[in-house]
Every structure is written in C-alpha cells, then in structure tokens.
C-alpha cells in the first residue's frame, strides 16, 4: 500500500524552507557531480597476456541473464572438466535489469569476471571492460575468420563500431530469419523457401486468403523491427548503409529511400492484415508459444527459439533467411554475438579469457551453444560444426549461418546502434508505422533525429 | 454513531480539569490552579520550560536528520545534477538550462506529462465518485458483517503490491483474459481487443487499474466523513424541504471537506508519480501511448544514463505534484 | 397505513429515509463494486490452477486443478529467499521509523520545539516527492556509503523516506492528548521522558499499532527503490522478485498468476487479521 500523503495547512512558508533548504544544499555542492567518485578503473592499456590458467583453486564469476544460465551452467561444467582448479560460477538476472545494471555493477566493488553484454553504452569510454586483444594475439582468435569479431570491437572514441580493440566475444551468434509452419505452409502450396522477395510476399497473400495468419510477431518488445530491416537490407541492395549506421561511424544515415520504401512495404502489410491485430501485445515469450500451437504460418525470430521450438515439435517447423529482392541476390541476416565482456575490475582476468577460449573451440562447448542455446558458434574456419537433429528448426539455422558465412551477409541489428534507440525510438515508432499513425517518411526521419541526438549528447 | 474520538477537554471556565479516566493516571492528584507562591516559582517555571524546549528538539532530532540524510539532501542533489549532462559514471560536463529546455521542447517528455495528467482522470476522479457511492451505499446498511465484508473486500485492492495488480490486470486484459471473456459473454463480442497493445485504449485501460487500486481507499476514507456529519443536519434540510440531492450538495459534500482533500491529494500523487502499474503492464507503449514521467525518469536514468536530464525530468515532476497539491490543500483548510 | 406514514416510518440513516426498493437497488450497486474489486483476483485464482504452460481463459474452474502449481511457482520464484530478505527489510524499517516518528510526533505536538514550525512544514513537503526524484541521488549516496546491493541500501532511505507521513500520523494523535495529564504528572516531579513512557505511550498504542501495518504494508510493497539500490534479485522485497519472475515466466499464465498470488498472500493476510483496528485507526488518525 502506498502511504498516505498529506500537507494540510501552512503552504507557503515551508515551501520557502524548503527551497532555502535546497538551495543551500546546492550551493554546498557546487563541485560537478561524479567528480568525487571518479573511476579508479585501471586504464584499459593491454596489458601481457597469459594463456595459462594457474593450478590454484580459482573461482569464475559468470553474470548472464536469465534464459541463459542453463546453457552457462552446461558450459561452465565444461570448463571445469578440463581444467579442474576452477569452478565456474554463473549468476544471472532477468535480462531488463541487467541492462539497467550492468554499468553500476561494472563500476562498483563486487564485479563478476565474465559478463553478458547486451550493448557497450558508455562502457569502453568509462573504461570498465577489458581490452582483449593481447588475448586475441595470444590464443590466435586474429587467425580467425574477423567479421565475426566485427560487432565486438569498439573504436578509440568508445562510439564507433566495426573497428578498434576488440572487447567482447561469445560463444555463438544469434540469427535471425523466418520460421515456417510445414503442414500450414502446405497448405498454402510452398514447397521450398521462398527464392525472392516477391514470392514471399505472394505467400503472404495465399495465407491471408486461405483464412490463416500469415506473420505472427512480437510486437510488443520489437520483433517487428526484424522484417523491417531486412526490407531496408533488400531495397537498398546491400546491407553497407545499415552496417554504418549500426557501427555509429560518421556520416552514417538511415533516412533514405530505401528505408521509406521498407517502411511502406511494412505499413501495407499491415493494411493487408498479414499481422494479428493484437500484436502489439504479443512479447517474445508469447509470440513462439503462440506459433507451436499452430497459430500464424511465417514467424520472423531467431536462431535463439529454435531449441524451444524443436522441444514443442521436432520436425513441424522449418527456417528459411529473408528473402533478397532479386532472384540470386545475396542474403542478409542480422546476427549478433551473444556478447560475453571481461570487466576492468575483474579479479581474474586470465582465466576469463581462457573460459571465452574455451567456449569457441572445444567441441563440447560448441554443442551445447547449439543445442542448449540454440545459437551457432563461429570460431576458426576448420573448427567443427555441431551436429543436430535431421529436420529440426536447430538443424535448419545452423545451415542457414554456414551460408550466410560463406556469403558475407552477416549485419548487426538497427536495435543495437545505439543504447536506446530500440526502446525509445524503433520499437514505437515501428508500432506507430504499424497501426498506420505515422508515414513512411516520417518514421525514417524520425529515427534518423533520435539517432543523431542519442550520439550527440 | 460517530467514529471521532474526542479527547475530554479541560474546562477552562472553571479552572479544574476533568478527573482522568485512564486507571493507569488514577494515583496522580488532579490539577488546580497553582497558588501564586512570588516570582521565585515563575522563575523556576520560566528556567524550567527553557531547557525543556531545548530538550525537546532531542525528541524531533533523530526524524528530522534521517529525512533530511535521505530525502532532502538526494533533493539538493538532483537539483545539482540537472544542471549537467553525466552518464552517472564518468565525468559531468555542465550544461545550462538545455535539459530544462528538452522538457518543453521534446514531444516525447511533454506527451508524457500530459498522459500523467490523464490518468488523474482515472486515479481521481472515478475513485472519488464511485467512493461516494460506495461510502453512502454502505454507510445505509445497517452496522453488521455485510458492512464490515464490504469495507474490508473494497480495500484490499490497496493492500497490494501496485506490480501485483499491473501483473494481475495485465492477464487480465490479454486477448484470451477475462475482460473479453465478459465481453464476449454479455454479447459484446465486437468490443473485444487486445487492450494493453492498442493505441486509443491502453491509457484508459491502464487507468481502470489505477481505479481499482484506488478505489477501496477513497470508499473508506469518506465513509468515515460521512459517519462524522451530524444527522440533525439532515433533520433540519429535511425539514426545510430540501429533495435528496440539495441535501447532498448542501451537507454531504461540506462535510465530507476534509476526507475529499484527504483522497484527492492522495490520488493525484499517485498518479502524477505512477510508475511501478506501467513499468509492469505496457512499458509506456504502444507507441508512446502510455509513458509517463516515472517510466521516463527510470528509462533515462538506467538505460540511456542521462543523468542530467533525468533530474531536470524528476525535479520539475516534484515541482508540478507540488504545485497541484498545493490548491488542493487550500481548498481544505477551515479557517 | 397510508404511503406518507409507511414511508416517514422507514428507517432514516444519514439523514436520508430508506424504502425497500430503493435498498435492493442499493445492495446490488454494492455487490457490483465489491465483484470489481475482488474478481481479479478469483481470476487469477482460477488461472493458478490450470495446467502449465495452457492458455486459460478468464474466469473458469479447470478440469482437473493443479495445486502443485503453487509449489512450482514457490521455488521457480525463490519465494524463500525473498520472503526472508522482506522480512529482514522490514524488520529494518518498521521499528526504527516508528520509533523515531513517534518522539519526533510527540515532540512537535506536546513539547515546544524551537523551530517546530518549520520542521514540520519540511517533513509535509516530503509526503508529496515522488521516488523517482531521488532514486539517482541516492544511488549514488548509498554506493559511496559503500552500501549498494546490501538490504541497508534500501532500508535507510527508507527509514527517511516514510518518516513524513509517521511524523505526521503521530503528530495528529498527540496533538489531542490530553495535556493536563502532563501537567499532572511534571507536577509530581515527572521529566518528559517519563510524562512521556507511563502517561502517552500507552495511551498511543492503536495509532503505533496502525502505523506499523501501514509501514509494513509500504515496505513490504516497495518496488522501485529496491529493483535500482540491490542488484541481487535473491535481496530484493518479494515486490521486485514478482517484476523479475513477470519477466521470466511470461507465458507460463499458471505459474504467473500462482507466484503472484503466493506474494499478495501475506500482505492480504496482515491486512485480513487487523483490518478492524487498521481500518478503525485510518479513519481516526487520518483526519484532523
């Protein structure tokens, strides 16, 4: 119960106290906040890099968020089965208020070893993570294949993507594509995926037809955002413009024609009423619950709901990339590294970076990314690819990555430009373009201004 | 019939207090006037009730430092803090009065007020309403469990967590959750929609929680006043043939002053200042439908860790529930 | 009879003359209100009881009732550990700040207390700040107090942040004590503290005893402050774990609505076993 709140009588001279109070507080404090708890963070400067992990017992912090402990935990085990001195401790937190926290816990005295990154905000410039390129070098990740690197590296100025020291890795990347329900798109006459994205879109039209909902989405916490990127990605012929714009490199514009167009596609869909009409209630636990019980032919989402998917019905769904706008074009997908950080404060950061090692070559760890997370490992060109399951969802996005690999289609996502732009801008925004509310040209505008001031401040 | 506690009061006129009724104060001799013994015992007295007013700032002392420790002094700071522009970790460079600006400037932040003030509407003014209806309702039934049943179900809304109820309500309003199975039931079918997710309906759907929140509260609050108000003045309106509602205007709302001041400044806070219900249910969508300034504070404070502008935000929310209280509380005051 | 003298017979509450079909009206309105305020959460009830991971429509009893759903959503919420640091917290809290209300409520109300005035009127200021205003602030002031992430963090603002409303809550109960019990009793050579501890404690105890429910209902409710001031959710009032098991467990509409219930389940319980003499102190304390 909120407590009663109350203020009879006597307003104005306790409203002057007040303000007296208050003033003199401020003068009192009239130093700039911050100034006297400035970090004592150690400059992020490499430091000589150990590939050994030590006999003495060590314990390894491991902070993730929620969804992910089962597949940490697994990893952790692993760890630990090889190099018996260090027990891998994983705690989490639902992934909301790690984000909020991350910062804080990351400047503050009881700093985890490892920790799931959702974005890099500010952190490199206050410098609370770990440069890991001294490790890079030492474990011979720069011999790798580097795009996979790209999302991960951050530039001197502590806002550039793409380029710069490398400071976070994971143990695989999430896509992102299309799920299809096998006997409805039976129904509706598809016999293989989509070659272009005119066909897709008369897919569409047959399932509206046949009285079935065609895309079923989350609405809610922005999986709509997906498809719109990839029409973005389609109308503009190559994924460059994005990839800028999302590395937040100078000079970098979304409000072109190709995003009014997208835009526009989207909006018509939503004419058509290819989306449920409530799906701006519809969130990302639903949304896949809601797609196993047989509702909506096509589902835009990740790599990340296959194992969950597979779980409700091995065999019953499909996955296919988006298509490209022409017949042979390049396909696109957005992919982003489950981050994994090592905080500046870290107690032990060796073994941390012996743990991420670990994570992307031993083959073990590498399945349990695959099936426990449902996320594909990169790692080294020769390094095996996990098996899974003949025809499940999980079979069918690890093909999908290989090709996207060998294609060169790997994006990060529009969400990830900058610290908020999701929440406060696409993911209203899009709802907005949505419900017919706003025009195309004025939706690209729109991010195109939040952006420009979301770096600005 | 009345539910006020009047303290015996001493009766001045004659100079002799009341004889105590506590069992406890039995020993303790009555007071008379003390006969006047010179200016040694007025002395004694003055020196004594000096260093009894010192003394007594002892008893205020350990509150006021508490609040002053972590309410005002946090109120000074975020003052301060407005006046920057600080990502809460690294270094603060000044900034003027830009955030103050972005409050009126920025569409977002004033469509988030605005919808704050909506929900008045809904945290204010229907409680209010139904609590009078509710309060006059019950307060016609004869004194018994029906009435004590009906006070205590009315009120538990309030004894709940505010997430309680954004989770409750938000299960509640889903595609398949119980408002559209009535609707559906009552042949209203046509209605049914997903309600949280739909840009003309989620703020007042947002409010009917803040109703139910508030509701038991208001209904229990005048439902005292009313129990205060003397019948003899119903008497004399009757009398005078005064209908129902001249009575009403007449003597139940004068009456009911203070409980109506009591209510109305309790609600609007709550909705001015309502966070923890939109947190829960929508997050401030669809679109910017429902953000408020508390969701707004949070969300620039811990996601996009603008400081600055999350205190000039917060201040000028202090400011304007104290600016709309204010008003409020005049209106009460008897004097 | 005729209908003037059936109707002047009814019985006249409030002022207003009753006449039975006026009654039954009035009954349904009541009982219509009463179903608002209570079938959310029979719904929810219902919900508890379905088989997980289904779809349960609003309001139904299911087929075959899953009571167990309540022991899942027991430990799938860490409802232990919550509990225990809600009842920490409020044991931090509660006593503390009544204790330190109720002299400073005395203070200003029988004593003289230089600048009383002013104090007061700083501490009715405080009833209307919103949390957010200060929620940055204080973060900052408990991290460098070394505080953050323990249940200190979150006891100590608070202890000051319901400090207005129990100064003001007390304040109003000794305001009508009676002061020729003071007076008699430094008469008989009693300081203040004892005038104080033998004549008005006692005598306050209905306005202490509502008071501590309502501060434990405040703390016990408490969101905000302990979702920013404690990173571990383990820590955190049973409030903020529902946030976080609301964030999890979305879909799983049974074992939400079962956690949910297990966490309004003490608050109803305090509120059920005192809510004569709470609601009886509201409507004396409240209004003065």
Known sequence: MQIIRMRPGSGRRNTLSAITITAAALALTACAPGAATSSS???????????????????????????????????????????????????????????????????????PDIVRIASFGNLVTDQLLTNLDPYAAAYGWDKWPQSQFASTRVGADGKQRGAGGLYGVGPGFGLTGIYYNKALARRIGMTEPPATLAEFEQLLGKAKSAGLLPILINGEDGGTVYPLQNLQMDYAGSPQAVQT??????????????????????????????????????????????????????????????????????????????????????????????????PAKAKHVAVAAAFLNFIQTDPTARNDAVLLGGIV?????????????????????????RQLLESNGLVDFMANATASIEVNTLLPQTQLLLAGKTSPSAFAAKIQTDYESDLGT | MSYSRTAPRSDTATGTP?????????????????????????????????????????????????????????????????????????????????????????????????????????????PVGAGLAAASLIRELKPGPLS??????????????????????????????????????????????????????????????????MLGFCTVLLLSGIGKIDPALYEA??????????????????????????????????????????????????????????????????????????SALAIFLTVLVLLVVWPIQRLGRTD | MTQLATALKA?????????????????????????????????????????????????????????????????????????????LIVLGVVPATVAMATAAGYGLAQLRVPGGKIIYGLLLAGLTIPYESLITPLYYDIQSLGLLGS??????????????????????????????????????????????????????????SALMILFFLATWNQYLLPLVLIGDPAKRTVAGGLGAFQGQYGTNTALLCAGALLIIAPSLLVFLVFQRNFVKAILQGAIR
Request: charged content about 10%; aromatic content about 10%.
């Open chain 1, 41 to 111: 963070a150690p400059a992020s400067s490499p430091t000589a890099a150990s590939t050994s992990v030590g006999t003495a017992p060590v314990t390894l912090n491991i902070l993730v968020s929620t969804p992910d402990v089962p597949l940490f935990s697994a990893l952790g085990k692993a760890f630990h089965a090889k190099y018996g001195n260090v027990t891998v401790n994983v705690t989490s937190q639902d992934f909301n208020t790690l984000v909020t926290n991350t910062p804080h816990i990351l400047s503050g005295s009881d700093v």
């Open chain 1, 245 to 342: 714009w999302n590395y937040d490199m100078p000079g970098a514009d979304i409000d072109t024609s190709a995003t009014i167009k997208a835009a526009a596609t989207l909006q018509q869909w939503s004419k058509e009423g290819y989306f449920s009409p409530g799906v701006n209630s519809v969130d990302q636990t639903q949304a896949p619950a809601d797609f196993a019980s047989g509702q909506g032919v096509f589902f835009p989402s990740g790599n990340w709901q296959a194992p969950g998917l597979d779980k409700a019905g091995n065999g019953k769904f499909g996955f296919f990339l988006f298509p490209p706008l022409q017949q042979g074009g390049k396909f696109t997908a957005m992919t982003a590294a489950d981050t994994l950080a090592v």
């Open chain 1, 377 to 401: 490992p990169a790692g080294p060109t020769d390094a095996a690819v996990p098996p899974a399951p003949a025809g499940s969802a999980v079979s069918a996005t690890v093909a999908a990555f």
């Open chain 2, 18 to 126: 009341p004889a105590p009724s506590d069992p406890a104060l039995r020993g303790v001799a009555p007071v008379g006037p003390v006969p006047g013994r010179g200016s040694s015992a007025g002395r004694l007295r003055a020196r004594r009730v000096r260093s009894r007013q010192w003394g007594a700032l002892l008893w205020v002392a350990p509150a006021f430092l508490c609040y002053a420790a972590f309410v005002l002094y946090p109120l000074g700071q975020s003052i301060q803090y407005s006046f920057y522009n600080w990502d809460g970790i690294g270094i603060a460079t000044p900034a003027g009065l830009a955030n103050w600006q972005a409050i009126f400037t920025q569409p977002e932040l004033l469509s988030a007020i605005t919808h704050a003030f909506e929900l008045i509407v809904f945290y204010t003014l229907f």
């Open chain 2, 148 to 213: 004590t049943i009906s006070r205590t179900i009315l009120f538990i809304p309030q004894v709940l967590p505010l997430v309680a109820a954004g989770v409750a309500w938000t299960w509640l309003y889903s595609p398949n959750g119980l408002v559209n199975q009535i609707l559906r039931a009552t042949g209203l079918g046509g209605a049914t929609r997903a309600w949280l997710g739909d840009f003309t309906f989620a703020l007042p759907a947002v409010g009917v929680i803040g109703v139910w929140v």
């Open chain 2, 237 to 310: 309106a009757g009398l005078d043939g005064a209908g129902r509602l001249w009575q009403f205007r007449a003597v139940t709302l004068p009456g009911l002053r203070q409980e109506l001041v009591v209510c109305t400044t309790f609600t609007v806070v709550a909705a001015l200042a309502s966070f923890d219900v939109i947190q829960v249910s929508t997050q401030g969508g669809p679109g910017y439908q429902t953000m408020v300034p508390g969701v707004e504070i949070y969300r620039l404070t811990f996601l996009d860790q603008r400081i600055g502008q999350a």
């Open chain 3, 11 to 87: 019985p006249v509450i409030g002022g207003r003359r009753i006449v039975r079909g006026d009654r039954i009206t009035r009954t349904v309105l009541l009982v219509l209100l009463m179903l608002f305020a209570i079938v959310p959460l029979l719904s929810m009830f219902t919900a508890a009881l379905a088989p997980q991971g289904s779809n349960p429509p609003g309001l139904s009893w299911p087929a075959h009732p899953h009571w167990g759903n309540f022991a899942d959503a027991w430990t799938a919420a860490n409802l232990l550990a919550l509990f225990r640091s809600s009842v």
């Open chain 3, 151 to 208: 249940r200190l963090a979150v006891v100590l603002p608070l202890i000051g942040l319901l400090m207005p409303f129990g100064v003001f809550w007390m304040r109003a109960h000794f305001v009508n004590a009676e002061t020729a019990l003071t007076e008699a009793g430094q008469l008989d050579g009693a300081s203040t503290w004892q005038v104080f501890r033998r004549i008005h404690l006692p005598l306050a105890k209905p306005a202490i």
